[in-house]
């Protein structure tokens, strides 16, 4: 297991910040990749972000109705080892 950030994805070259509309996953939850984990609103569009890994979701740090730049740590997940 490898402890990995989730992070607020760019949509789009002009995107600098997204709303956190709600999350999808609670900690303890197990995802797989490409799984939903949040929703987030850009200004053009609201979107789902997709888990990058296989894992376990072990902290939750963004919260919902607030806004976070591109880049910025939401949460952090335990990702499994690809064999």
């Known amino acids: 297991m490898?402890?990995?950030e989730i992070n607020m994805p760019r949509f789009g070259a002009q995107m600098k910040e997204g709303k956190i509309l709600n999350w999808m996953v609670s900690v303890g939850d197990h995802v797989e990749e490409d799984d939903g984990l949040l929703e987030v609103k850009a200004e053009k569009m609201d979107a789902e972000v997709e888990s990058l890994y296989t894992g376990t979701v072990i902290e939750i740090i963004a919260k919902e109705g607030e806004v976070y730049p591109v880049g910025?740590?939401?949460?952090?997940?335990?990702?499994?080892?690809?064999?």
């Open 72 to 83: 910025a740590v939401l949460g952090y997940m335990d990702a499994e080892d690809e064999d």
């Open 2 to 4: 490898a402890k990995v």
